[in-house]
């Protein structure tokens, strides 16, 4: 990584699903503009970006140089790991980051599902099938995986981006669904639990969530 390389991420006002871009700057201790857009001025936006969604990252090499700039979360997420030793070492596990990063999101595509209803009676049924279908799917899954890895992380003997992806997400989810009550969570998926612990404990990242914008999720 370039010292005279300088970041900025634009995304919404509120956490979502690019948190875990804001963690992995928190834990290589690298400054970046967290640019927060409203929802009230994302459409005049939007025809600047490469996709029309966020977030967006860009990359500044040197002051005479073009700015790089890259969608998509998670192709984000794997440029910085690179940059920020968060990646796996081998073909192998860097596959396996992919794959678990790609299962958080379709996790949290219910969620977006969810928040596109408008009816009410629709809502109460699409939270109802993430309660009792999607969740216990997923967090299983991320149980399992972590147990058989047996090093408390979900790829190797180190973190990588992956876990910073699924703790960040797992944890607030299963927070929602227990509307702030996390005992069964705790008592039924012990590994998550520690795997969110030991990334939230991490100095950087636990130095940017006691000090981050209070937002709802």
């Not at 967006?56 to 440029?79: C, D, H, M, N, W």
């Not at 109802?128 to 147990?147: G, M, N, T, V």
């Not at 607030?172 to 012990?190: E, S, Y």
């Not at 639990?193 to 209070?214: C, M, Q, S, Y």
């Amino acid at each position: 990584m370039s010292s005279s390389e300088t970041y900025k991420m634009t995304y919404l006002s509120h956490r979502g699903m690019a948190e875990p871009i804001r963690l992995m700057f928190a834990y290589a201790g690298v400054k970046y503009t967290d640019e927060r857009l409203t929802h009230e001025s994302l459409p005049a936006r939007k025809p600047e970006l490469p996709w029309g969604t966020l977030p967006v990252l860009e990359v500044r090499p040197g002051k005479s140089e073009t700015t790089f700039v890259l969608a998509q979360v998670a192709a984000i997420g794997r440029y910085l790991a690179k940059k920020f030793d968060l990646d796996a070492k081998t073909e192998e596990a860097a596959a396996k980051c992919d794959e678990y990063v790609d299962a958080v999101k379709d996790f949290g595509q219910e969620f977006v599902n969810w928040v596109k209803f408008s009816d009410e009676d629709a809502k109460a049924a699409q939270i109802l099938e993430i309660r009792e279908k999607h969740a216990p799917h997923y967090f299983a899954k991320f149980e399992a995986i972590l147990s058989k890895n047996g090093a408390g992380w979900l790829v190797g003997n180190r973190m990588t981006w992956a876990d910073i992806f699924a703790a960040n997400h797992l944890y607030n989810w299963a927070k929602f669904l227990g509307d702030g009550n996390m005992d069964g969570f705790n008592r039924d998926f012990p590994n998550i639990t520690k795997l969110t612990e030991n990334v939230f404990a991490h100095e950087g990242i636990a130095k940017w969530i006691k000090e981050r914008p209070d937002t709802p999720f």
